[in-house]
């Protein structure tokens, strides 16, 4: 038994060690499987012998059941607030104001992160409550949730009698964005900012959900305390940090507004460069004699005052919504705004994106909204205060017509899609495509928009019509360049795959693999032209929805028309060269490779399995036949185990391939 307790404490304290070494210095020791391993032993242990657990054992941080509410609990020391200086001129005046009483006051400068604040109390080093700020004399008890939280040490690094830990709990930018398309995902109501997504995490009734959200502890102060001793600020915050603490950083000490001005253009500039929001500075005038001279008022302290930086976020209405149609006729709904400003920039408008996110946000024309922009970082809405609806709010509705040539929309994933193939909102990007599908050398962006501009192409059939003469309108377009361009052309009207035929339509959902199948299926352009749902529903990858898509495609009458102009321009139709035999194991199947294969590169293996009659796409599906699996598989694995998708290993594919006679 004394192996085991000995064990025992050693495991806790390696995976303390190990955790504060990953989450507060950001320096890993061990890698994840070790530290698995560990974790997994201390457990077995505490199942056995459940009398060993100790308070500070990493097992302690989950596990506990959800509660009703949280009961209160008292500050042993008040927690006030902040009073704000919204300029320059404002810090300058508070500085100047001090040091005409205190000239020998020295301030220390510390980022203001903006999250929610939590006080932790430390008793003999064991963490014993986690208290929300409420109403700065008594919180909430958060305890169970703190302990979720990975820099938050269960006990101290140094033998502590008593001490109050405040500072800031955070989420960053990214895990915010993350939570947030996780939330919409799940038709779950989103959060406005990271700090609101910081308290609704820290104060979940259910602490398996605030241990889910990946949340930081930032200290920047203490409360109450016994048998320590401290001069300064500078002294509490290099306290907090060998007793384990990450603390607010970088920090700099100055002795007037000059310096402290500096500091506070240095943060602003490096304000998108943090992984947390920052809201600003906050100077605290370091010496605690002339702090506890200086006094409080009810609010805050006298001693400190937060710089604030521009805000990021601002409340503003929705008046209308337009619809942009984009490359590829992607209609993207835009919300146009009253005009705010935002951290320097006026914004007008905004894009939502697609109409996935309206219906999850529940946007209105005519809604107040909260909108960020952050940096360079392109404007967003990030919630709705439905608090202040009137009642005549709009909804936004799903354009019937695409707004540019009023042509067909059909719905693709999240987006809606113009299909009118002459819509010259997508004229010029599809040409590119085309240019990209048929290889046609010259036919790149550049060229593609000059045509458009210029109305030398009104619909895509038209680039099979150009002549020399045409060509050389277009800048930088000799009589050599458009000579070659124009051959090009001609010579893919020679003659095309069916698939490439289907692929260069550029219609939605259908990209190489679906074209692939497609021509496969139907064999001539004819039959495919006159296929019906039963015939599509029946390839492997093609639903209801890609059914149904290209059924409208090819029954649009300007669809047909335009078809038949390409036809008419001379191009053929042509069976694909076959300089490989099909593979009985590989045809017409769908395959997906993932990590790397020691004969081939990536687009050796595709090219080849395509080559033997393999439909390779790059992702796992429901649909896909097989997953060929080399060196340091990513997620696909994953996403083929969850599908029951026939597994192969590089060995086994080296197999098939010479049983087939493909490898010697
Ligand atoms: S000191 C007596 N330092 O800002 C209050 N606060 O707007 C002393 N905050 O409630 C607060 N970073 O939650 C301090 N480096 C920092 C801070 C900081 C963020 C928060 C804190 C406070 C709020 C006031």
């Known amino acids: 038994m004394e192996e085991i307790i000995k064990r025992y404490n050693e495991l806790v304290e390696l995976i303390n060690k190990y955790d504060y070494y990953y989450y507060v210095l950001d320096n890993p ?14 457990l077995e242990i505490e199942k056995k012998y459940p009398f060993l657990i100790r308070a500070d054992s990493p097992s302690q941080r989950v596990g506990f059941a959800p509660s009703k509410e949280f009961r209160e609990l008292p500050h042993k020391e008040q927690m006030l607030s902040l009073d704000n200086a919204q300029n320059e001129e404002e810090i300058s005046e508070w500085i100047k104001k001090i040091k005409r009483d205190f000239p020998e006051a020295e301030f220390i400068l510390e980022p203001k992160f903006d999250g929610t604040s939590l006080e932790i109390v430390y008793e003999n080093s064991i963490l014993k409550y986690a208290i929300t700020r409420g109403d700065g004399l008594k919180g909430e008890d958060v305890t169970n949730n703190a302990k979720t939280i990975k820099t938050i040490p269960l006990r101290l690094l140094k033998d502590v009698k008593r001490i109050d830990v405040r500072g ?15 939330l919409l995902s799940k038709n779950e109501k989103t959060f406005a900012n990271p700090r609101n997504a910081a308290a609704g995490s820290l104060r979940q009734l259910d602490p398996n959900i605030t241990a889910k959200r990946k949340l930081t502890f930032i200290a920047w102060g203490i409360g109450y305390y016994e048998n320590l001793d401290f001069q300064n600020q500078f002294e509490v915050l290099k306290f907090l940090k060998e007793i384990g603490f990450k603390v607010s950083e970088p920090i700099a000490i100055c002795k007037d507004e000059k310096e402290a001005i500096e500091f506070y253009r240095k943060m602003l500039k490096e304000r998108d460069n943090f992984p947390f929001e920052l809201d600003g500075i906050v100077i605290k005038v370091n010496q605690f004699y002339i702090q506890n001279e200086l006094g409080w008022t009810i609010k805050s302290p006298k001693w400190a005052i937060a710089g604030k930086f ?7 209405k929705v008046i209308d919504v337009i619809y942009q149609v984009g490359r590829m006729g992607i209609i993207t709904p835009v919300a146009i705004l009253e005009p705010v400003e935002i951290s320097g920039a006026v914004v007008s408008r905004v894009s939502l994106h697609n109409f996935d996110i309206v219906r999850n946000l529940d946007i209105r024309i005519g809604d107040w909204v909260y909108v960020r922009r952050a940096g360079e970082v392109i404007p967003e809405i990030t919630s709705v205060i ?10 936004i509705e799903i354009p019937k017509n695409c707004p540019v040539c009023q042509g067909q929309v059909i719905k693709d994933g999240a987006y809606y899609k113009c299909i009118n193939l002459s819509c010259p909102a997508k ?8 240019g990209e599908v ?13 045509l458009v501009k210029l109305n030398l192409v009104k619909d895509i059939a038209d680039i099979f019509y150009l002549t020399v003469a045409d060509f050389m309108k277009l800048p930088n377009f000799a009589e050599i360049s458009s000579r070659k361009l124009y051959n090009e052309i001609q010579k893919v009207k020679e003659g095309i795959t069916l698939e490439k035929f289907i692929m260069m339509l550029g219609i939605p959902s259908i990209g190489k693999a679906n074209s692939k199948a497609l021509a496969n299926k139907f064999k001539t352009l004819e039959k495919f032209l006159n296929c019906n749902y039963v015939e599509l529903t029946s390839i492997g990858g093609i639903g209801h ?3 149904m898509n290209v059924l409208k495609f090819l029954k649009d009458e300007n669809n047909q028309r335009i078809i038949k102009k390409i036809l008419d321009s001379g191009l053929k139709i042509v069976e694909e060269k076959k300089e490989t035999r099909t593979s009985k194991f590989f045809y017409n199947k769908k395959v997906v490779v993932t990590g790397e294969l020691s004969k081939f590169t990536r687009e050796e293996v595709i090219k080849f399995l395509e080559s033997i009659g393999a439909i390779v796409s790059n992702s796992v599906s429901r649909k ?11 997620s696909k694995l994953q996403m083929a185990q969850k599908y029951n998708v026939k597994i192969i290993s590089e060995e086994e594919f080296y197999e098939i391939l010479k049983s087939e006679g493909f490898l010697q």
């Open 29 to 42: 020791l061990v890698s994840d499987a070790e530290y698995d391993e560990l974790k997994r032993e201390l």
């Open 168 to 182: 800031e709990v955070l989420i960053s930018k990214q895990d915010f964005k993350k939570l947030n398309e996780e």
């Open 310 to 316: 521009p805000a990021v976020e601002r409340t503003t």
């Open 386 to 395: 439905k608090e202040r609806r009137e009642g005549n709010e709009k909804i």
């Open 427 to 434: 004229l010029a990007s599809h040409l590119e495509y085309i």
């Open 438 to 450: 048929l290889e046609i050398e010259g036919l790149g962006e550049a060229t593609a928009n000059n």
């Open 545 to 547: 929805e890609i059914a």
């Open 624 to 634: 896909t036949d097989y997953l060929i699996v080399g060196k340091n598989p990513g």
